[in-house]
């Protein structure tokens, strides 16, 4: 059975960064792409990234270019989303996300959730 | 890239059918299956109903079904009952390892 497990709600000051964790268990880490999606209050969801777990390959959105970067450890089955340069607009829930076996799989599996508020 | 093309919502009364539309373009939904729909309930994880178009996962029921057409795809529930009011979210695969989703839409059951 699919599990991911995200680290915990953050409160952040504008301009400072963030790294959230996802730790996956239950199928094989490496074989499956891991996404980041986020949800603002109010909003839709919003696709920021992608990885493979097998060689560390990542896409980001065009919008977080250069402001994001995900990561994975293969010893602990565990995903990272960093965010840096945040603005109140960032506050949002993020969530990761398992996709298939191919990057343009579709995501099968959802984390709970990870709040982040920016606030001076 | 702009999000997919939903309506803000939907409504439907129990046991009635509704279908939500996405649509997006040709270098999104009209190139290919990948296009995928997912349920959030409020407070709680979103879950994948439909994959590739038409294919549902293990334990959705049958009430929900996809569909596509050019560059619109489709989400029908049928038979509706309140546990189905809830947002969903259409997504695609976009080219270069992109994902994209809809603006989604929230249905009302009545």
């Known amino acids: 059975q699919v599990h991911l497990v995200q680290s915990g709600a953050e409160v952040k000051k504008p301009g400072a960064s963030v790294k959230v964790s996802c730790k996956a268990s239950?199928?094989?880490?490496?074989?499956?792409?891991m996404h980041w999606v986020r949800q603002a209050p109010g909003q839709g969801l919003e696709w920021m990234g992608m990885i493979n777990p097998s060689g560390g390959r990542t896409n980001y959105a065009q919008k977080f270019q250069g402001r994001v970067t995900v990561t994975r450890d293969t010893s602990t089955t565990t995903v990272y989303l960093e965010l840096n340069s945040l603005t109140s607009e960032d506050t949002a829930v993020y969530y990761c996300?398992?996709?298939?076996?191919?990057?343009?799989?579709?995501?099968?599996?959802w984390g709970q959730g990870t709040l982040l508020s920016v606030s001076s | 890239q702009s999000a997919l093309t939903q309506p803000r919502s939907v409504s439907g009364s129990p046991g009635q059918s509704v279908t939500i539309s996405c649509t997006g373009n040709r270098n999104d939904i009209g190139t290919d299956n990948y296009v995928s729909w997912h349920q959030l309930h409020p407070g709680k994880a979103p879950k994948l109903i439909i994959f590739d178009i038409t294919k549902r996962p293990s334990g959705v029921p049958d009430r929900f079904s996809g569909s596509k057409s050019g560059n619109t795809a489709s989400l029908t529930i049928s038979g509706l009952e309140a546990e189905d009011e809830a947002d969903y979210y259409c997504c695609s695969y976009a080219g270069s390892y992109t994902l994209l989703f809809g603006g989604g839409t929230k249905l009302t059951v009545l």
């Open positions: 996300a398992r996709g298939g076996l191919r990057g343009y799989s579709p995501i099968q599996h």
């Open positions: 239950g199928y094989m880490f490496s074989d499956y792409y």
